[in-house]
């Protein structure tokens, strides 16, 4: 079987694979890069619905490493090297401007994502990083605890240094299909199982599908289980036709299946998701602002002012659940609101609810979760440390995340990291063989 030698392979041309790339040519190291879709960064032109939140400008290392749980102290290495600060710098100085809109969302200036891929690969081009599309890698070679290279179908590759980038499982229709893992086990790694984390959730009520594309940029939503609240954030919601998506719900979205696991274990109801579209206000305020509306147009419907208050679909649907017990008509004028009516509304608007049944497939997911552990890694060089030569990056680690940027933020700095690390290990292999 014929073969052929680099210094460094990068597999996966997404994010971290771009970027460890990238920064392994920048190095001087010889790079070949390959992706087994028809083009590269398939996933990153989808992501933030095709405006691409390429990171999160917190600039407080210990609130940014905060916010990954467990796994965030892992980060600080990378993070020192290719922090938001430089990841901004980074795209800025390539000519990519950049805008920082709600919750220290990052964005190109342009709204498009191709905007941050055409960045990466003028990066990899400047850095002689040789491209190969629609080639699959069948496996890692690796002898006396040191990588090798790897198996293709027709042929092996060698090389000094392997960076693997193939990602999770989110959106398998991009080329996510977890691919990378079984090579990574088949070498002693140890894989928590991978599984959807920011995903959308479905709900029980059809009628959602009336609200579909209602998007809400910064409500308060809780997850009650039972007389419980478990779960509170602030953030945007979208609702869509089979339930709820956006970052705030996006963020909760394992909690809730969490919840919906130990409901089902007690036998008890479904968890709920509640929305407040009011949250800046308190019930009594609130309510005083509706009466104030009822009272200075007498003759008004009820649902007229309701839309005045709410987008008219999500106004139209808290008036029927308002009225659902009372058998009062929907042509009510506000002179005629009870004030049993009118406390129903008021409590509708900040306690919207919906019964969650499940999280969407993993076709749906923005991330996945699981991956190798941070304790397999050594994330001051992102190297391996249960083979020599080989690096592993984005989402192949097991670290949680929110939405907002911070999934991105692992690629760039993990990707970073590897890349360099694993063209200095190259160069160090070559002259330990005099080569």
Same mark, same amino acid.
Request: net charge positive; proline share 5%.
């Given at each position: ?6 210094? %460094? ?30 083009? $590269? ?25 905060? !916010? ?9 290495? $990378? ?39 055409? #960045? ?16 699959? #890698? ?69 009628? #959602? ?10 409500? !308060? ?15 945007? %919601? ?30 008890? $109801? ?41 987008? $008219?679909?999500?106004?139209? !649907? ?47 997911? %923005? #991330? ?23 690096? %592993? ?43």
């Amino acid at each position: 079987m014929s073969s052929e030698s680099y210094d %460094v392979v990068v597999v996966g041309a997404g994010p971290a694979g771009l970027m460890a790339a990238g920064a392994a040519g920048a190095a001087g190291a010889r790079v070949l890069l390959l992706e087994k879709n028809p083009e $590269p960064g398939r996933k990153l032109l989808i992501s933030g619905g095709g405006r691409c939140n390429f990171t999160n400008a917190e600039t407080d290392m210990h609130r940014l490493v905060s !916010r990954y749980d467990t796994a965030g102290k892992a980060l600080f290495s $990378p993070f020192a090297r290719m922090g938001p600060a430089q990841v901004l710098e980074f795209f800025s100085s390539l000519g990519m401007p950049y805008k920082i809109e709600d919750n220290k969302r990052a964005f190109p200036r342009s709204d498009k994502s191709s905007s941050v891929l055409q #960045v990466l690969l003028h990066y990899i081009e400047k850095g002689n990083v040789k491209l190969r599309t629609r080639t699959t #890698v069948r496996g890692l070679h690796h002898d006396s605890g040191r990588v090798q290279g790897l198996h293709l179908n027709d042929h092996d590759i060698n090389a000094e240094s392997i960076v693997v980038a193939t990602g999770g499982l989110a959106r398998p229709d991009t080329g996510s299909t977890g691919d990378g893992f079984s090579w990574l086990e088949q070498v002693g790694h140890s894989i928590v199982r991978p599984e959807p984390s920011l995903v959308p959730v479905v709900v029980a009520e059809d009628w #959602v599908s009336d609200l579909q594309g209602l998007a809400f940029a910064d409500i !308060r939503i809780s997850l009650r289980l039972g007389d419980k609240t478990v779960s509170k954030t602030d953030g945007k %919601v979208l609702f869509t036709h089979f339930g709820l998506s956006g970052p705030g719900i996006l963020n909760l979205a394992t909690r809730m299946s969490q919840a919906a696991a130990e409901a089902r274990r007690i036998g008890g $109801p479904a968890p709920s998701i509640c929305l407040n579209f009011f949250p800046s206000l308190d019930g009594g305020s609130l309510d005083r602002r509706l009466q104030d509306e009822l009272n200075a147009f007498p003759r008004r419907l009820l649902r007229t002012i309701l839309e005045s208050m709410l987008p $008219p679909r999500l106004a139209r !649907r808290v008036l029927v659940e308002a009225l659902a017990s009372t058998g009062t008509s929907n042509e009510i004028t506000a002179s005629e609101v009870p004030k049993q009516l009118r406390k129903r509304i008021v409590t509708l608007m900040q306690d919207f609810r919906l019964t969650y049944r499940e999280l969407q497939s993993e076709d749906w997911a %923005v #991330v996945s979760s699981g991956g190798v552990p941070t304790d397999e890694v050594d994330f001051r060089s992102m190297e391996s440390k249960r083979i020599a030569g080989l690096f %592993v990056c984005g989402d192949m680690l097991n670290i949680n995340r929110p939405s907002g940027g911070y999934s991105l933020q692992i690629c760039w700095a993990t990707g970073y990291v590897a890349g360099l690390s694993a063209a200095a290990a190259a160069a160090a292999a070559r002259n330990a063989s005099g080569g």
